[in-house]
């Protein structure tokens, strides 16, 4: 469940390249009265860490519409992509190994009335556990109002299509 992150024994670590992002998720988290940490990982790398007490996810049960939307949201900003060269055609899509994780997303997606392509696996040669799917080009524009991103440079080019 911590898609770009790690799981430790007590916490998750979610990585990102955004210190923006990191910030953002830290005061998320803080809004449960939870602490929240942020660090840089290496002295040369540019990859911002926000770790937290699992304690956080324990007995959360994604049911309504508003939930789905937050989760899926949540989901994009750490597992999915967007064309950001104005080159190529516009795309959104989701990946992950995880097959039932991405499978719930997609369900999740329909639900509130987006329309997704089908999950396929890229390529099998390169990695036989890894998932993709595309949102459909008819549903750009709702996904970019109803789901959204909290990303920084995700929601810039989500803004196109809106």
């Not at 699992?54 to 989760?71: A, D, G, T």
């Not at 396929?120 to 970019?144: C, E, G, L």
């Amino acid at each position: 469940m911590a898609h770009d992150g790690t799981e430790r024994h007590t916490t998750y670590r979610i990585a990102t390249k955004s210190k923006a992002f990191a910030e953002f998720l830290q005061k998320g988290i803080r809004t449960f009265s939870i602490g929240a940490w942020i660090y840089k990982e290496g002295k040369l790398r540019n990859l911002w860490i926000v770790e937290f007490p699992k304690k956080i996810l324990k007995n959360v049960i994604i049911q309504s519409r508003k939930n789905k939307i937050e989760y899926i949201r949540g989901y994009f900003d750490a597992e999915g992509g967007i064309a950001k060269k104005l080159s190529v055609r516009y795309y959104l899509y989701f990946c992950q190994k995880d097959k039932k994780d991405l499978l719930q997303v997609k369900t999740y997606l329909e639900d509130v009335g987006i329309i997704c392509g089908n999950m396929h696996n890229p390529s099998k040669m390169v990695d036989p556990n890894y998932w993709r799917f595309y949102i459909s080009a008819k549903s750009y524009t709702n996904f970019a109002k109803i789901i959204g991103s909290d990303h920084p440079e995700k929601v810039r080019y989500l803004r196109m299509k809106i």
